[in-house]
């Protein structure tokens, strides 16, 4: 299997090589053209001072040494310069040459005919032998020999550029050694670099992987402060919240089947009874009938708050706002439970201090006031008292219900709002079955969605307090809802009080 992260580092490297390899070429072929036009005009300059020396040398004997002797001290300047020395008349004609190559012979170079037009006392120009007195390449310059302002002919000094070529060739030579040295200096240090680059990468891709593979163990290791330790430690943080919501659907999956699974296995029985348990007395057959008919019940209340929990875990829950009387919904919960609460000779009181007019859902709201006084009148025990108190607080409802029950131990507080989560001292000192475990976190998701809080404070034996806070939003503000993926299952530990 090919490793992607080694192909990344190939192609990085091989593109760092590339742009490395351009920027020494570009910066060797300016280096090359510099150091070349600087030897070019150092060797101009050597050569044009020494032709005006000699010009001035040899004019001077131009009309005052024989033929023979001008000859040779033509020939021993040129020795002397290690170039070729052409001398030529008014007319442009060779009289002299070093090389004894083309006298006599006329010549149309304009480095000469630059100076004997008297447009300049000098002139030079490079030349490849393309010519009858450029027989030979290099830099041509040349030199009016006069005498006392007459012009008597022009000095050329023809120079081999082959020092200049070699010592560009030599350099040539030394800066390809020093790009491949750099070069290779690069790859080595641009391998180390795009390892160091690309190793975060390699352990976020295998801690993706392990966690597709369901393994939420793998942590990728945080290196640093910049982006990719972020992305690691956001990788990290992610897997938590992955691993814990995989862990919460896990537990919620076996204690939904539970939940399921008791009434239908209670009914079951129940009706394997009634068939088979041959003659059965009329009463007898009539209570086994009523206990279905309440796990009947039971089971009906368990698939409602699950497909009720599963509507807002998946947003599709939609509150249908309307400008109501908070005062009017707590009130019907109160009077749907007075027969219960009447049984158990109870004394409900509601004090209203403000009615809370709100844009809220009017039904979602009833079901949070239901549950509440719900298990106040189920906790508590016979004869006693259980207290609402409707209060406007700033821009806020404040709906209290409290009670003088059995009360909530302190270990249990901080699970109270947990889906399936049950009191078991709860339910032996009151003999009920404690309802489905869903109510509590479904009134705590509906407040949620109003943009509300609920807390609450207990102690065992002293009796228990819910406590509501919604926002008195009216039609034009609108109603706050959760983020698309929010949990509305987790309240900040803040709203929960021993």
């Known amino acids: 299997m090919i490793n992607p992260f080694s192909s990344i580092r190939i192609k990085v490297l091989a593109a760092l090589l590339v742009v490395t390899g351009a920027a020494f070429y570009l910066v060797s072929v300016l280096m090359q053209d510099l150091m070349g036009s600087m030897l070019l005009r150092n060797m101009t300059n050597d050569q044009m001072e020494t032709l005006n020396s000699l010009a001035v040398t040899l004019g001077e004997k131009w009309n005052h040494t024989s033929a023979d002797e001008f000859y040779k001290q033509v020939i021993e300047a040129a020795r002397r310069n290690g170039g070729r020395l052409l001398v ?7 009289v002299v040459d070093s090389y004894d190559r083309r006298v006599g012979e006329r010549v149309d170079e304009m480095e000469i005919y630059a100076v004997l037009d008297g447009n300049s006392i000098q002139a030079y120009g490079f030349h490849r032998g393309e010519s009858a007195a450029a027989d030979w390449s ?3 310059a040349s030199a009016l020999l006069d005498e006392s302002g007459r012009k008597n002919g022009v000095l050329v000094l023809v120079t081999s550029i082959r020092q200049l070529t070699d010592a560009l060739a030599l350099l040539r030579r030394r800066l390809l050694i020093v790009f491949a ?9 641009m391998g180390a670099i795009t390892r160091l680059i690309t190793r975060p990468i390699r ?27 972020q992305l690691a430690a956001a990788f990290n943080q992610m897997e938590d919240q992955v691993r814990s919501l995989d862990e919460t659907r896990s537990q919620f999956v076996s204690n939904a089947s539970h939940e399921l699974k008791t009434p239908l296995t209670t009914m079951k029985i129940l009706l394997e009874s009634i068939l088979y348990g041959g003659d059965m007395d009329k009463d007898t057959r009539d209570e086994f009938l009523m206990d279905i008919d309440k796990e009947i019940d039971r089971l009906s209340r368990v698939v409602t708050d699950l497909l009720t929990l599963a509507h807002i875990d998946s947003n599709k829950l939609t509150l249908k706002r309307e400008m109501i009387y908070l005062a009017d919904v707590v009130q019907e919960s109160i009077e749907r439970l007075e027969p219960m609460a009447g049984k158990k000779n109870q004394k409900v009181t509601f004090s209203i201090e403000d009615e809370c007019e709100m844009f809220a859902d009017a039904g979602k ?14 906790y508590t025990p016979e004869g006693g008292e259980i207290r609402i108190v409707l209060a406007r607080s700033g821009r806020n409802a404040v709906l209290t219900v409290r009670d003088n029950g059995i ?3 302190a270990e249990d507080l901080p699970h109270i709002f947990d889906r399936f989560y ?3 001292k709860a339910r032996t ?10 109510g509590l976190s479904i009134v705590r998701q509906i407040v949620r969605l109003h943009a509300g809080t609920v807390t609450v404070s207990s102690e065992a034996g002293s009796g228990t307090v819910f406590t509501v806070t919604l926002p008195l939003l009216n039609a034009s503000e609108g109603m706050p809802q959760l983020r698309p993926g929010q949990d509305a299952d987790k309240e900040p530990a803040s709203e929960q009080k021993a």
């Open 138 to 140: 290099g830099v041509y």
């Open 407 to 409: 009360g909530i131990p």
């Open 203 to 229: 352990d976020l891709s295998e801690g993706i992987r392990s966690m597709g593979e369901g393994d939420f163990t793998k942590k990728v290791r945080v290196r640093g402060k910049d982006e990719l330790a």
């Open 429 to 438: 000192r009151t003999g009920d079955d404690g309802g489905t475990g869903l």
């Open 422 to 424: 049950r009191v078991d």
């Open 181 to 189: 040295a750099a070069i290779l200096v690069v790859a080595v240090a």
């Open 88 to 94: 030529t008349d008014r007319d442009g004609k060779i």
């Open 365 to 378: 709201l009833e079901q949070v006031s239901y549950n509440l006084i719900g298990n106040a009148v189920k």
